[in-house]
């Protein structure tokens, strides 16, 4: 059984898919007994998808139009 | 087999290429290049805000141009979008390392040993609130999470948003990194701990803890 602290130090990488059998099959069998790790593990995808919301943005017109610019003179130089 | 036939220039003996067929296959080249990038720039801009904040049109000018001159090393047509945030993050290294900002290192044993999780439960920053951490997030806009995260050194910031902003695999942010997996992988783990604990920095800093508490 892993301690709350090697658990918490893993829920990421967890996520990720990137632990081994053994290692997250002591995580789960942590998670299955631990409500605070369960809601630190909810905590850590909250995050993640706030990551992946804050990667949303527009590219302003005239930075699109100057870049597109540079991109019509390296097609005629 | 060649990916890119309408670029061959030369005869099929080797010998050197007329004038017009040189000038017509730089054109096409260059027209080739256009229309792969044109597309991409909105997602390479959006990477560069990230990476370097201001600097992203200046960065994305330099990629532009560099891909041009290196677009004979794409030998696989899908493989452009990764050759080419690869060439975005190293113009937005070669910028970030000419910023006058220095990022905020924390001392690595300190963070090492930071939740966000239990530092927010255990400062209860909002004491009303029964989705204490989701407030806490939701205080955050776009231009504060880019703030944060150019607070971070280069080295941790990169793989923290080619992976979890703009959904790169690990094995493929390791590869346009040029770093071995293990590498990306320590260095996402190290990134995702100094980004919590700059999220509490900055809330601190900005007043988005202070504010809640009055």
């Not at chain 2, 990022?103 to 920053?125: G, H, M, Q």
């Amino acid at each position: 059984m892993i301690s709350c602290h090697e658990a918490a130090r893993r829920l990421w990488e967890y996520l990720d898919g990137a632990v081994a059998e053994d290692d997250r099959r002591r995580l789960e069998e942590h998670l299955a007994r631990c409500r605070r790790c369960c809601a630190e593990l909810e905590f850590a995808e909250e995050l993640r998808g706030f990551l992946r919301r804050s990667a949303q943005e527009e590219i302003p017109s005239d930075v699109l139009a100057r870049l597109n610019s540079t991109l019509d003179e390296l097609e005629h130089r | 087999m060649a990916l890119w036939p309408e670029l061959i220039v030369c005869d099929a003996d080797g010998a050197s290429p007329q004038k017009g067929t040189r000038v017509r296959g730089d054109r096409e080249r260059a027209a080739r290049f256009g229309a792969l990038v044109r597309e991409q720039l909105p997602r390479l801009y959006a990477i560069a805000r990230r990476l370097v904040g201001d600097d992203a049109e200046d960065a994305v000018q330099d990629c532009l141009v560099k891909g041009f001159e290196r677009f004979d090393q794409l030998d696989d047509p899908d493989a452009a979008s990764a050759w080419l945030t690869r060439v975005l993050v190293n113009c937005c290294h070669d910028r970030g390392r000419d910023r006058a900002r220095r990022p905020v290192e924390v001392e690595l044993t300190d963070v090492e040993e930071f939740s966000l999780y239990r530092k927010i439960a255990f400062e209860d920053p909002f004491p009303y609130s029964d989705s204490l951490h989701l407030d806490f997030l939701e205080g955050f806009g776009p231009d504060d999470v880019r703030e944060v995260l150019l607070r971070l050194p280069d080295l941790y910031r990169t793989p923290l948003v080619l992976v979890y902003m703009f959904g790169y695999a690990t094995k493929e942010a390791a590869a346009i990194l040029e770093v071995p997996l293990g590498t990306l992988l320590a260095r996402l783990h190290r990134g995702r701990k100094r980004f919590e604990r700059q999220l509490w920095d900055y809330a601190e800093d900005v007043g988005l803890v202070e504010d809640a508490r009055r």
